[in-house]
T-cell receptor
Framework: ETGVTQSPTHLIKTRGQQVTLRCSSQ?????VSWYQQALGQGPQFIFQ???????GRGNFPPRFSGLQFPNYSSELNVNALELDDSALYLC?????????????FGPGTRLLVL | KQEVTQIPAALSVPEGENLVLNCSFT??????LQWFRQDPGKGLTSLLL?????REQTSGRLNASLDKSSGRSTLYIAASQPGDSATYLC??????????FGAGTTVTVRA
C-alpha cells in the first residue's frame, strides 16, 4: 500500500510568483486536506477536498486555491507569493465517509519565498 | 473556534524515564483527539487516535488519555529511548475534517 506522497520536496520562489504543490493520496482515500506549518508552530488547516469538491476552508486568503482530480490526487496553488508563505505544506488523506477518522500525512513540501 | 495548547514547549529527559506530555483544548465538543509525532523537517506520523466516546488508547509503550470535561489529554511514553526524540503534536478537531493543532512539545531523550 502506497502512502501519501508530495512533490516537490523543496522549492524556492521569489515574492509575487506563483507555485503549485502536488499530493497523491493513499490508495483507497477520497479525501485530501492541506495544512501550512510555519517554523515552530503547529499545522494550520487550509482546505479539504472530498470527491473533487472543496469541503471546508480555513482562514486563508483566496490566493490559496486547490483542486482535486478524479484519481483523488490534489494540487495546492498559491498566487502572488508573500514572504510569510514560507512554510512546510502538508497534505493529508483520509478514507472519507468515516467521521472522525485518522488523517495520514505526507512528508511535506518546504517552500521558501525570497 | 478550537484552541489547542501544549505545555511544556520542550522537554529533556534521561533515557529510561517515563514521558508525560500534556494537551489542553477549549471546546469539549471534539470528534476525537489525535497524537502525532514529527521528526525535524518531516511530515506527521499518527500515533494514537482517541474517539470522543473513549477515555484512553494504548499502543505499545504509548498510552493516551482523554478527559473531555476538563479539556485535557495526556500522552504517556514509558521507558523513553533516544529514538523517541521528536516533536509531539496533538490535534482536537471539532468536525471531521479540520484538525486544530497545538504547537507541539519537543522531546529530547538523552542517552
Amino acid at each position: 500500500e502506497t502512502g501519501v506522497t508530495q512533490s516537490p520536496t523543496h522549492l524556492i520562489k521569489t515574492r509575487g510568483q506563483q507555485v503549485t504543490l502536488r499530493c497523491s493520496s493513499q490508495s483507497g482515500h477520497n479525501t485530501v486536506s492541506w495544512y501550512q506549518q510555519a517554523l515552530g508552530q503547529g499545522p494550520q488547516f487550509i482546505f479539504q477536498y472530498y470527491r473533487e469538491e472543496e469541503n471546508g476552508r480555513g482562514n486563508f486568503p483566496p490566493r490559496f486555491s486547490g483542486l482535486q482530480f478524479p484519481n483523488y490526487s490534489s494540487e495546492l496553488n498559491v498566487n502572488a507569493l508573500e514572504l510569510d508563505d514560507s512554510a512546510l505544506y502538508l497534505c493529508a488523506s483520509s478514507p472519507g465517509g468515516e467521521r472522525g477518522g485518522t488523517q495520514y500525512f505526507g512528508p511535506g513540501t518546504r517552500l521558501l519565498v525570497l | 473556534k478550537q484552541e489547542v495548547t501544549q505545555i511544556p514547549a520542550a522537554l529533556s529527559v534521561p533515557e529510561g524515564e517515563n514521558l508525560v506530555l500534556n494537551c489542553s483544548f477549549t471546546d469539549s465538543a471534539i470528534y476525537n483527539l489525535q497524537w502525532f509525532r514529527q521528526d525535524p523537517g518531516k511530515g506527521l506520523t499518527s500515533l494514537l487516535l482517541i474517539q470522543s466516546s473513549q477515555r484512553e488508547q494504548t499502543s505499545g509503550r504509548l498510552n493516551a488519555s482523554l478527559d473531555k470535561s476538563s479539556g485535557r489529554s495526556t500522552l504517556y511514553i514509558a521507558a523513553s529511548q533516544p529514538g523517541d526524540s521528536a516533536t509531539y503534536l496533538c490535534a482536537a478537531p471539532l468536525n471531521d475534517y479540520k484538525l486544530s493543532f497545538g504547537a507541539g512539545t519537543t522531546v529530547t531523550v538523552r542517552a
